[in-house]
């Protein structure tokens, strides 16, 4: 059974770093590429990161370009979250996910980062 | 980025009753969308792919259907276990996006 399992959210002040963290398991991670998803309370969702299964490529959306920095350890089965100089649009539930051919076909619970002073 | 523009916002739904759901792309995205149903407190589910391929152990009252820019997620028969929010999402160009969502209520 697929599980991704995502630790590290918390209530942090603007301008703050924070690292989330995602176990994988059910599958071979190393394998494939994996992404960060996130959802503003009562909100949609974005697509912020993704990261090749070799760490060889690297893409962010523009909103936290600069500022997130997404990278895995496929020795551990773990996908990392850099999140620096956050801010309170940054606020929202953050989930992994596993992508099969284009569409995101495991989420992780999610992890909520509040960013308020 | 591609714009999905979803429709409606909001919509109530009797036991029983077939409902739809519209997604439509700034461009055309080739039947590269896929639908996603979030319950209340839960991470997004996988329902539909590739326009219209249903996910595996998705009931067979849920269909997708469309192409170019304008596609639709269908339930033929609204269960109390349909309740929560439906997302489209476009894969056919990066980076990849998200409908606004659609809150679906048993009335």
């Known amino acids: 059974e697929v599980q991704l399992v995502e630790s590290g959210g918390g209530l942090v002040k603007p301008g703050s770093s924070l690292k989330l963290s995602c176990v994988a398991s059910g599958f071979t991670f190393s394998s494939y590429g994996m992404h960060w998803i996130r959802q503003a309370p009562k909100k949609g969702l974005e697509w912020i990161a993704l990261i090749y299964y070799d760490s060889s490529n690297k893409y962010y959306a523009d909103s936290v370009k600069g500022r997130f920095t997404i990278s895995r350890d496929n020795s551990k089965n773990t996908l990392y979250l850099e999140m620096n100089s956050l801010r309170s649009e940054d606020t929202a539930m953050y989930y992994c996910a596993k992508k099969e051919w284009g569409y995101f076909d495991y989420w992780g619970q999610g992890v909520m980062v509040t960013v308020s002073s | 980025d591609i714009q999905m523009t979803q429709s409606p916002a909001s919509l109530s739904a009797s036991l029983g009753e077939t409902i739809s759901i519209e997604c439509l792309a700034s461009e055309g995205i080739s039947s590269y969308l896929a639908w996603y149903q979030q319950k209340p407190g839960k991470s997004p589910q996988l329902l539909i792919y590739?326009?219209?391929s249903l996910q595996a152990g998705v009931p067979s009252r849920f269909s997708g259907s469309g192409s170019g820019t304008q596609y639709s997620l269908k339930i033929s028969s609204m269960q109390p276990e349909d309740e929560g929010d439906y997302f489209c999402q476009q894969s056919y160009k990066f980076p990849n996006t998200f409908g606004a969502g659609t809150k679906l209520e048993l009335k």
């Open positions: 590739g326009a219209n």
